[in-house]
């Protein structure tokens, strides 16, 4: 059951969604590139950095209400499990006579569908599983009355400490008022960042130090995008959420291999595969990425990292960058050049041990790595190929087993 002073500062309101063509989003980079500062910037697939708290906010403001459905919440509600001591039911997420949900849901539904919540960006080709709700300042020092006098409890009105009360206030424009929504007539640019912004109330992540009207219950922290009001009432109210990731996005390196996902979608690289054309090299440069987290990855200095193509000008899209038949891994491992198809490797010597380190005699520990790879017992990599594809016909099998043996018996 709400405060009544909160249900009279409620209002149900939304702002009409804007789609941003691809000049735009483009357009933005190019501002950050050269420098610019607007306080929110888009970054593609539905995300917007905002530059001054360094996180980035979901465009949609209401993604709950399109995200959710009957199955996904009992999924939720079987998966979280005990929330700061609170067992979780699917009526914590409001839903119509139709079954269709409106997004507005209790802060324990609030918190495990953040936690839960995989978000699949478009625009670089990667999910986030990340996300949080906003934090508040708990208690806020620049909170204070509607007529402008400080606050000693952290909640009232002009409170910016907070995520959500400094966008509201220092990014989209609010204005303090009980009367009328200012971002419903508001005219400043960086509400075109987002869609389905809700007039009303917004969770925090936040327990509330004091609860007004509602003296020693369990309460939380809450923040109106109608009237700019932070305040604090029971968990169990209803609101809408607002999810965010730590830092810029446009940095990540998903799959760790030295390039954002932003550059590797800009190259036609897979974001989530450090070795996108699976010729042992990595798509940026070496030094970055372990050597055993590159299932065929080389190591040709041995400092424990693999090679990246960057390291020797390769084409991270092309297994074999000379088209001469010849992996780029396997010419660098055979000191041939990936770059000129008239340089070829040496054919395979059968040097396959010790595993990953051939010591360059061909003996019977040769013979039995190479049965093992046959046997399916073993998973050879760019230098086993390198050693034990004695016909150089991309595969480690029978015929080249017969022809190590026969090396080893001589």
């Known amino acids: 059951?709400?405060?009544?002073?909160?249900?009279?500062?409620?209002?149900?309101?939304?702002?009409?969604?804007?789609?941003?063509?691809?000049?735009?989003?483009?357009?933005?980079?190019?501002?950050?590139?050269?420098?610019?500062?607007?306080?929110?910037?888009?970054?593609?697939?539905?995300?917007?950095y905002d530059t001054e708290l360094n996180v980035t906010w979901l465009a949609d403001a209401n993604f709950a209400a399109s995200e959710l459905t009957a199955a996904r919440v009992s999924e939720i509600v079987a998966t979280a499990g005990p929330i700061a001591g609170h067992a979780l039911s699917a009526a914590e997420f409001l839903h119509d006579d139709s079954g269709a949900f409106n997004g507005?849901?209790?802060?324990?539904?609030?918190?495990?569908?953040t936690e839960q919540l995989v978000y699949y960006n478009s625009a670089y080709g990667v999910s986030y599983s990340d996300w949080r709700l906003p934090r508040s300042a708990g208690p806020d020092p620049t909170c204070k009355t509607l007529a402008g006098a400080a606050r000693t409890d952290g909640l009232g009105f002009s409170c910016t400490g907070g995520e959500l009360g400094h966008l509201f206030y220092s990014e989209l424009g609010g204005t303090a008022a009980l009367s009328w929504g200012s971002l419903a007539t508001g005219t400043d640019p960086d509400l075109q960042q987002f869609s389905n912004l809700r007039l009303d109330f917004y969770h925090y992540a936040d327990a509330a130090v004091a609860c007004p009207n509602m003296p020693g219950?369990?309460?939380?922290?809450?923040?109106?995008?109608?009237?700019?009001?932070?305040?604090?009432?029971?968990?169990?109210?209803?609101?809408?959420?607002?999810?965010?990731?730590?830092?810029?996005?446009?940095?990540?390196?998903?799959?760790?291999?030295?390039?954002?996902?932003?550059?590797?979608?800009?190259?036609?690289?897979?974001?989530?595969?450090?070795?996108?054309?699976?010729?042992?090299?990595?798509?940026?440069?070496?030094?970055?990425?372990?050597?055993?987290?590159?299932?065929?990855?080389?190591?040709?200095?041995?400092?424990?990292?693999?090679?990246?193509?960057?390291?020797?000008?390769t084409d991270p899209r092309k297994t074999d960058s000379d088209a001469d038949g010849s992996p780029d891994g396997i010419e660098i491992l055979h000191?041939?050049?990936?770059?000129?198809?008239?340089?070829?490797?040496?054919?395979?010597?059968?040097?396959?041990?010790?595993?990953?380190?051939?010591?360059?005699?061909?003996?019977?520990?040769?013979?039995?790595?190479?049965?093992?790879?046959?046997?399916?017992?073993?998973?050879?990599?760019?230098?086993?190929y390198a050693h034990g594809d004695m016909n150089m016909d991309g595969m480690i099998d029978l015929s080249d087993l017969a022809v190590i043996l026969r090396q080893a018996l001589e």
Not at 6 to 34: E, I, N
Not at 104 to 113: G, I, L, N, Q, S
Not at 350 to 375: E, F, K, Q, S, T
Request: net charge negative; charged share 15%.
């Open 104 to 113: 507005r849901m209790t802060w324990w539904a609030a918190m495990a569908w």
């Open 217 to 313: 219950a369990d309460c939380g922290v809450y923040f109106s995008l109608y009237s700019g009001i932070q305040w604090a009432t029971g968990k169990a109210q209803f609101n809408y959420v607002l999810p965010v990731l730590d830092g810029d996005v446009a940095l990540r390196d998903t799959d760790g291999d030295g390039l954002t996902d932003p550059a590797e979608a800009a190259t036609g690289t897979n974001p989530n595969l450090a070795d996108t054309d699976h010729d042992g090299l990595v798509d940026g440069a070496g030094g970055v990425v372990p050597i055993g987290s590159v299932s065929a990855g080389i190591d040709s200095n041995q400092d424990g990292f693999a090679d990246g193509e960057q390291d020797f000008g």
């Open 335 to 384: 000191g041939s050049n990936p770059l000129d198809r008239y340089s070829l490797p040496a054919p395979a010597d059968g040097d396959l041990a010790p595993y990953g380190y051939p010591d360059g005699n061909i003996d019977a520990a040769d013979v039995l790595i190479a049965m093992r790879i046959v046997a399916g017992q073993l998973m050879p990599r760019v230098p086993q």
């Open 1 to 48: 059951m709400q405060a009544p002073r909160l249900a009279t500062l409620r209002r149900q309101a939304q702002l009409p969604s804007t789609g941003l063509p691809a000049s735009v989003l483009f357009a933005a980079f190019v501002l950050v590139a050269d420098g610019a500062h607007a306080a929110l910037q888009a970054r593609g697939g539905g995300l917007v």
